[in-house]
């Protein structure tokens, strides 16, 4: 029973804390059944200093917040065990009572020790769409091993969602699931386990349309797999990613699919697969209901996924400058991607070059970020005599970009270049 906040007066603890506790590791959210809700709320506020408020006051549900430490209360029904059966697995099929004791009626402490994950009943799994995908989550997340009929009734489950003689989840809740799954750095393994059991086609299409397209070259895996080996690769190398990155690494090529051409040489290509990404990655989290501004930095990174790293200092220099707001996360998806292929044509000397363009890139990173710019706008206008407009947008881009390359250092040189820009652009004032 977890000590760290006070207990109610009555109830059972219940679900997922439970399970955690067995598991040894510090629940942080709280599920009471208890006869009074509100009551029990609003005392464990009071004692812990935090704050009550309904959740479904239709429903008598209340949540008390005691630092980071969330409480959840619910009536307590007359018939626990009936309640418990009703739940999706069964090592979230336990509750505990005050004084410690376990109401176990399914069996679940058996399989947290046995590292099994098994549903309650299929009537169970079935009442609730999102319970499918749960599954792949709580596997995932608690290194589950799927239970055989479990795993049965599950891959069957997507099946008749996919068919549409079951509901889809709500796609807030599967977004939800899924950024479950993103957060833990056994994503990929769960995303796997999701496409095998029929899960993944009913929420990530763009993805599983990537199956069986084999790549050569430089790649081993098909499309598919190697995303799913990229995102790996990330969360290896790059712990600290945020989730915008690593959707951005798993969807890097989704415009693969719908892009694949062989050219004379018999070699299979993929022209523009990341301007069709950049769409399709949009698409797939619009409908899951992503942040406005996640979406834009997802899209983005894939466009940009296939930049050419520069080959000298000038041209890292450009790099930065151009590419400044993906940084570094653009660099950390293309060291993924790179690091995902082992095809025939990777060789050491070509991981050796890739690596030299990436300290190039990183070293002006380290820099100094850029300093005011030579000129300002009024400046442009009065030199080159011209009006407010996308002219001077374009001559101050012309002179950032000339002074981040070093080709201008000073308000004279910046001067002469625009003059010898606007002559030959035709401006006139």
Not at 54 to 59: G, P
Not at 66 to 81: C, H, K, Q
Not at 116 to 143: C, I, K
Not at 292 to 309: C, D, G, Q, T
Request: net charge neutral.
């Amino acid at each position: 029973m977890p000590q760290s906040t006070p207990l109610p007066t009555a109830g059972f603890l219940v679900g997922g804390a439970v399970r955690d506790a067995l598991l040894g590791t510090v629940p942080r959210d709280l599920d009471w059944l208890v006869p009074d809700p509100e009551s029990e709320a609003r005392r464990l506020a009071a004692a812990t200093g935090g704050s009550a408020f309904a959740l479904d006051a239709e429903r008598g549900h209340w949540r008390a917040v005691a630092g980071t430490t969330i409480l959840d209360f619910t009536p307590l029904a007359s018939d626990l065990e009936s309640d418990l059966r009703q739940r999706d697995f069964t090592v979230n099929a336990m509750a505990a009572a005050l004084d410690g004791s376990l109401i176990d009626p399914l069996k679940g402490r058996e399989d947290v020790r046995s590292g099994r994950l098994r549903m309650t009943s299929e009537a169970a799994l079935a009442a609730d769409p999102v319970r499918p995908l749960r599954g792949v989550r709580f596997a995932t997340v608690l290194a589950l091993t799927l239970e055989p009929a479990t795993r049965r009734a599950m891959a069957h489950a997507a099946a008749e969602q996919s068919s549409g003689a079951r509901a889809l989840p709500a796609w807030e809740r599967a977004r939800d699931e899924l950024w479950a799954l993103l957060s833990h750095p056994a994503a990929a393994r769960g995303l796997a386990l999701a496409d095998e059991l029929g899960l993944l086609r009913l929420v990530l299409p763009e993805l599983t349309a990537c199956r069986d397209i084999e790549q050569g070259g430089y790649h081993h895996l098909d499309v598919l797999h190697h995303s799913l080996e990229a995102l790996n690769q990330l969360l290896q190398g790059f712990p600290e990613a945020d989730l915008a990155l690593r959707w951005a690494t798993l969807l890097h090529d989704v415009g693969k699919a719908g892009t694949r051409g062989t050219g004379e040489d018999g070699r299979t290509h993929f022209y523009g697969h990341a301007r069709l990404g950049q769409d399709l990655a949009g698409t797939a989290l619009t409908r899951l209901r992503e942040p406005r501004e996640r979406i834009r930095r997802v899209a983005e990174l894939v466009r940009y996924h296939m930049l050419p790293l520069p080959r000298d200092d000038r041209a890292a220099r450009r790099f930065v400058h151009r590419r400044r707001v993906l940084l570094p996360d653009l660099l950390k998806l293309m060291i993924a991607d790179r690091e995902a292929a082992r095809g025939p044509l990777a060789s050491e000397a070509n991981r050796n070059a890739y690596r030299l363009a990436l300290s190039r890139v990183l070293a002006i990173l380290d820099e100094p970020p850029p300093k005011a710019p030579l000129l300002d706008g009024e400046a442009v206008m009065l030199l080159l005599g011209i009006p407010p407009g996308p002219r001077v947008g374009e001559a101050l881009a012309l002179l950032r970009e000339a002074e981040a390359v070093g080709d201008i250092a000073t308000p004279e040189q910046a001067e002469a270049l625009l003059r010898g820009y606007a002559e030959a652009q035709g401006w006139h004032g």
